[in-house]
């Protein structure tokens, strides 16, 4: 069974930047794709960026440009760098597995659709950008 744990998340200065990591476990040889997600305070939970199953990232429309997104060749880690953040990027974070490549993509892509009821979540971090 996949588990998934995020670091990296903390305060930082508007401007400045921040990266996060998700180190995943326990996965077993079965496909998988990952994302990142975030929620702030009573909002709906949105999605930030995901990889692609040919690792082609995908961000959304308020990320794009500033955030990067990036998995080590054996699936043990994603990671987001986070630049130019803004208060506005103050949120909890969470990174998100599923079989279902396609799922995890449209997270991102869809903002107008519920997210789907991924198979994996990890327990998120806290990123508080200050002005």
């Known amino acids: 069974r996949l588990q998934l744990v995020e670091s990296g998340g903390g305060s930082v200065q508007a401007g400045g930047s921040l990266t996060l990591s998700c180190l995943a476990s326990?996965?077993?040889?079965?496909?998988?794709?990952m994302g990142w997600f975030r929620q702030a305070p009573g909002k709906e939970r949105e999605g930030v960026a995901a990889?692609?199953?040919?690792?082609?990232?995908t961000y959304s429309d308020s990320v794009r440009g500033r955030f990067t997104i990036s998995q080590d060749n054996n699936k043990n880690t994603l990671s987001l760098e986070m630049n130019t953040l803004r208060p506005e990027d103050t949120a909890m974070y969470y990174c998100?597995?599923?079989?279902?490549?396609?799922?995890?993509?449209?997270?991102?892509?869809?903002?107008?659709?519920?997210?789907?009821?991924?198979?994996?979540w990890g327990q998120g971090t806290q990123v508080t950008v200050s002005s």
């Open positions: 998100a597995a599923d079989h279902d490549c396609r799922a995890i993509v449209d997270g991102i892509r869809r903002p107008d659709r519920p997210l789907y009821p991924y198979n994996y």
């Open positions: 326990g996965h077993t040889y079965s496909a998988y794709c």
């Open positions: 990889i692609d199953d040919d690792g082609t990232a």
